[in-house]
């Protein structure tokens, strides 16, 4: 029984997922950005319930990493293109080709057999589209800005340098899952005060995705000089 409400556990990811939608559609981001957040919560933890319930020793036929992976692309990838095309965030021409560049690269990025590394790493860049698509919406940055920075992001799913995996990383665990903690405070604090959000959070939320992407090449270019 419990091996299976841990699945459900994993799938109720989607439903977030598709309750993100259907906020979206009716202009409701405040709304949806909840019920992407709950996505992150359950992707986050939901590994630690599997592992602790033994879920892939004792329900063997049902492969709980291809759910995960499944959800994941609703709720990472799929949503936050919606939202990227409904809310205007790129230049009107432009938004069913930022959609595009998210959903091909990211089914590209998942599709790969070292998405996720044994030594716990992500390959490419690991389709965060939901949290910077929360970045680019509360920011106001001019559309313009906002394009140029999915579409980088689409190259770098392509660009095999290794990315921690926060909740599993080998070096600085701790360490990371504390300051990730601290970030994610900053994100709902950001996310109660929308749409008028303070700069003096928001830029202070930035510390952590710095942190994150200085160790991941730190990493990746010790990994590749050993």
Known sequence: MIPWLVHLYTASSALFGFLALTRIFYDR???????????????????????????????????????????????????????VWHALLVPDRWST????????????????????????????????????????????????????????????VFVPIRYVYPSRTPVWRTLTIVLGLVWGALMLALLWQMPAVSRLLLWASFAFPAYYVALSIALHRRRASA
């Open 29 to 83: 981001y405040q709304d949806a950005f909840f019920w992407m957040a709950a996505a992150i919560v359950v992707d986050a933890t939901d590994g630690v319930l599997a592992r602790r319930a033994r879920v892939a020793a004792r329900l063997p036929h049902v492969d709980g990493a291809r759910l995960d992976d499944l959800v994941d692309y609703v709720t990472y990838v799929l949503v936050p293109a919606f939202f």
């Open 97 to 156: 080709a930022a959609a595009a560049a998210m959903l091909l690269s990211s089914a590209y990025g998942f599709s790969r057999d070292d998405a996720k590394t044994a030594d716990h790493f992500y390959t490419g860049f690991p389709s965060y589209w939901n949290i910077v698509v929360f970045y680019l919406y509360v920011a106001g940055w001019p559309r313009a800005v906002n394009l140029a920075i999915l579409l980088g992001l689409a190259v770098l």
